[in-house]
Nanobody, 128 residues
């Protein structure tokens, strides 16, 4: 059974940085698509960024407009871990951040319902 565990969230000030991690267990994702989503209370879960890879080659990265230039998604295959480096954080980045993975698929998808495995989420709070 695949488990995803996020870590790295916290309370920071505007302009600070955070690095989120998502450790996968139960399967080694040597090829696949994984993503970061975020959600605030009362709103839908929104895509932040995704990455598609095969072996050690990253095939594709995508960022939503609000994340471009500030966030970087990456992956360490040796640790079976996904990362999200977030710089220049803003109060509007405050949300619960979730990592997600597709099951045996390498077709890039952008909607939460297209992802099969989810972490429990990690809270990111940015104060002004």
């Amino acid at each position: 059974q695949v488990q995803l565990v996020e870590s790295g969230g916290g309370l920071v000030q505007a302009g600070d940085s955070l690095r989120l991690s998502c450790a996968a267990s139960g399967r080694t994702f040597s090829t696949g698509v994984m993503a970061w989503f975020r959600q605030v209370p009362g709103k839908e879960r929104d895509l932040v960024a995704l990455i598609c890879w095969t072996g050690s080659d990253v095939l594709f990265r995508y960022y939503e407009e609000f994340a471009r230039g500030r966030f970087t998604v990456s992956r360490d295959n040796s640790k079976n871990t996904l990362f999200l480096q977030m710089n220049s954080l803003k109060p509007e980045d405050t949300a619960v951040y979730y990592c997600a993975a597709r099951d045996t698929e390498t077709i890039v998808k952008y909607r939460p319902e297209d992802y099969d495995f989810w972490g429990q989420g990690t809270q990111v709070t940015v104060s002004s």
